[in-house]
């Protein structure tokens, strides 16, 4: 478990501010939690969560209150939010629109057959077919962080993510004085190497993800 705790030992090592005389506490817990969700935007599969999803009367839907994005739409669910159902297949909206143009139209059911997604509105998806209110899917998306308020707080993400928000807090905490160019200089090296760390992270997802490993049935 990673706390707020050892990010600040680790910011205030590197800076020679143990104390946190020039970067205060509360600040620090602040950019802690803008790390958090500046790494969640860039790397969605850094904080997912899986529900079972209740659904309103037809085809749109709205992902859950603090999502980001939709990550998988899993299987159908019964009322108890526990019981399996029918797999869902992920599938793309404008295929569905070809074929069957007047689908949005369709009598509601309780069983889904297929969810489609477009970053183009990344809280909500659409369902095939239309869902009777109250029907249950298990969905992953991609959750805000909370804040972080205190050093003993646990933060959303896992340790794997240490260095990166590290380098994001010496980005804010030398932005900070970048009136000074030697500042502005490692502030600016500082966020660089905050991208390139969350980057590395998600081109090394890319290429090991069981699912590319995976053949068609």
Do not use: C
């Not at 969640?40 to 992902?63: D, F």
């Not at 794997?160 to 010496?170: E, H, K, M, P, Q």
């Amino acid at each position: 478990m990673l706390t707020a705790l050892a990010v600040t030992q680790r910011f205030g090592y590197v800076v020679q501010d143990s104390e946190h005389i020039r970067w205060t506490e509360p600040e620090l817990l602040r950019w802690i939690s803008d790390a958090q969700v500046a790494i969640v935007v860039r790397r969605p599969s850094a904080n997912p969560r899986t529900v079972a999803h209740a659904l309103v009367a037809g085809s749109k839907q709205s992902l859950p209150a603090g999502a980001i994005s939709l990550l998988d739409v899993i299987r159908n669910v019964e009322a108890d939010g526990i019981t399996p159902g029918r797999a869902i297949r992920m599938v793309d909206r404008r295929t569905l629109d070809e074929q069957m143009p007047d689908w949005h139209a369709m009598p509601a059911a309780t069983r889904i057959v297929h969810a489609m997604y477009n970053m183009g509105d990344p809280k909500s998806f659409y369902v095939y077919p239309p869902a009777l209110a109250g029907s249950r899917i298990e969905l992953t998306y991609s959750d805000t962080p909370p804040d972080i308020e205190r050093l003993s707080d646990a933060l959303a993400l896992d340790r794997l993510y240490l260095t990166a928000i590290v380098d994001y807090l010496l980005y804010r905490g030398y932005a900070k004085d970048a009136a000074y160019a030697a500042n502005a200089g490692l502030a600016e090296a500082y966020f660089n190497a905050f991208e390139s760390q969350v980057g590395t992270l998600n081109q090394v997802e890319s290429t090991t993800t069981v699912n590319n490993k995976l053949s068609t049935p």
